[in-house]
């Protein structure tokens, strides 16, 4: 007998269930678009609220043009990082070059071999390195130029460095 009451009730409450479900749907077809239950009104069904919101994806217009350009910054910023380094490296090696030569028995061959020494411990930062030593009297010079690696296209990244100074030697007291 209980079971048959668990029953009844069970089937009673699926009727009125049933029952508000078809009361839900006829006020869903009489209610207003984009109404919902604070308005004593039942909610859109889900296909509406898609349809509704099928206009707002998204505008990636912006990211697609702010993205490259971002980018090209961050390149450009490294790129003069790498440049001012670069004239940093040459400017030791041309001043260890003019220090070398600069000495009472240095030669030419001794300013390249300082300047390569530094040189050759920057990697592969500069390319076409090209060293010039020339003394005209008591001065020495030592004018080292090279090409920055680039990481932007078209980035002309040629540098110049001299350094100069007097040649060490021992001056008789008759010539001072």
Known sequence: MT???????MNDERESMRARLRVERSNRSQAAPGLGPVHGRVPDSVS???RRL???RGDVGP????????????????????????RSVMSAAA??????YQNENGTDTDARFAA????????????????AVSASGSLVTVT???????????????VAVEASGAREGFTSESSR
């Open 63 to 86: 990211l697609v043009v702010v993205t490259p350009v971002m980018v090209m910054v961050v390149m450009l910023v490294i790129q003069m990082g790498l440049y001012y380094h670069a």
């Open 95 to 100: 001043q260890d070059g003019a220090r070398a």
């Open 48 to 50: 509406d609220a898609r």
């Open 54 to 56: 099928r206009g707002d």
């Open 3 to 9: 079971r048959t009451l668990d029953n009844d009730v």
């Open 144 to 158: 080292i130029t090279a090409q920055v690696t680039s990481l932007i296209p078209f980035f002309d990244g040629t």
């Open 116 to 131: 390569n020494q530094i040189l050759n411990g920057s990697g592969s930062l500069l390319e076409n390195e090209l060293i």
